[in-house]
């Protein structure tokens, strides 16, 4: 009987079934189009990419992100977009006076009122 998985471990399957929840819409299963991307920003990044759906700026995330150009996100190319928005939600939960250390706390993230209304870049 396998162990139970870790909310760590969870966490990683949900990044990789909700990848491939949007992949398989349409075209290559493995990949994500324009439009697959865009869908998949706009309902489950809602919080975290609210000023760049604002001003449009989708279509430039998806090209810097498509380091090899084929207009198709592979896994490998969305996870660092994942990986700096938790690095970005991280930054922005120590602005303010929480202090990095042992003794260390935490404001809210990108995803937690981290950006308000008005104060998009």
Do not use: W
């Amino acid at each position: 009987m396998a162990a139970e998985m870790s909310l760590m471990e969870r966490s990683l399957e949900t990044i990789i079934n909700t990848f491939h929840h949007y992949s398989r819409q349409a075209g290559h299963p493995d990949t994500l189009n324009k439009k697959e991307f865009k869908d998949l920003v706009n309902k489950e990044l809602p919080n975290f990419l609210k000023c760049e759906r604002k001003k449009g700026e989708i279509d430039d995330i998806m090209e810097d992100l498509d380091t090899n150009q084929d207009q198709q996100l592979s896994f490998e190319e969305v996870i660092m977009l994942f990986a700096k928005l938790t690095n970005a939600s991280h930054d922005k939960m120590h602005e303010g006076g929480h202090h990095r250390g042992h003794d260390h706390s935490h404001g809210p993230g990108l995803g937690e009122g981290g950006q308000s209304k008005g104060s998009c870049h």
